[in-house]
């Protein structure tokens, strides 16, 4: 199992992302939060008090993500959904102002729909194997 984590400098691009991700059957679901670019904090920004940043965030001056990531069962998936973020997007995600996509391995999980589906198919995997058994050899 993998994890992929999709930071969108266009958060236009949201809707599609995620709809694509449904359409290519990925049983994670996604979880979404809003993210913002170390690069994108600007000295200035400090020196604003708390409610003048919320402010100045409110009128657009800050700019933000959207970070996508989700739990994904098969390597061939995470290769597939990729490539499709990166249509949507328009283009390579090396450009300047895409965003980033990377993979981490999952080695241990609990919760989740993922989750509940390979329970789910492991214990019907079982029991026909079960059922294929006899007593008499």
């Keep these: 199992m993998f994890v992929l984590f999709v930071v969108l400098n266009q958060p236009e691009f949201l809707p599609d992302v995620l709809y694509k991700m449904k359409q290519l059957g990925i049983r994670g679901g996604a979880t979404v939060i809003d993210s913002m670019g170390a690069t994108s904090i600007t000295k200035d920004l400090y020196k604003v ?22 739990v994904i069962e098969r390597e061939e998936q995470v290769e597939r959904v990729m490539s499709h973020v990166e249509d949507i997007i328009g ?47």
């Excluded at 008090?49 to 989700?70: E, Q, W, Y």
């Excluded at 980033?100 to 390979?118: A, S």
Aim: no cysteine; proline share 3%; hydrophobic share 30%.
């Design 49 to 70: 008090p708390v409610i003048g940043g919320f402010m100045k965030s409110i009128d657009g001056d800050t700019h933000s993500n959207k970070t996508v990531f989700s």
């Design 91 to 137: 283009g390579d995600m090396k450009q300047a102002n895409k965003g980033i996509m990377f993979v981490l391995p999952v080695t241990h999980m609990r919760g989740g729909e993922l989750n509940r589906h390979i329970i789910s198919r492991d214990s019907k995997r079982l029991l026909a194997e079960q059922q294929n058994q006899t007593e008499y050899y």
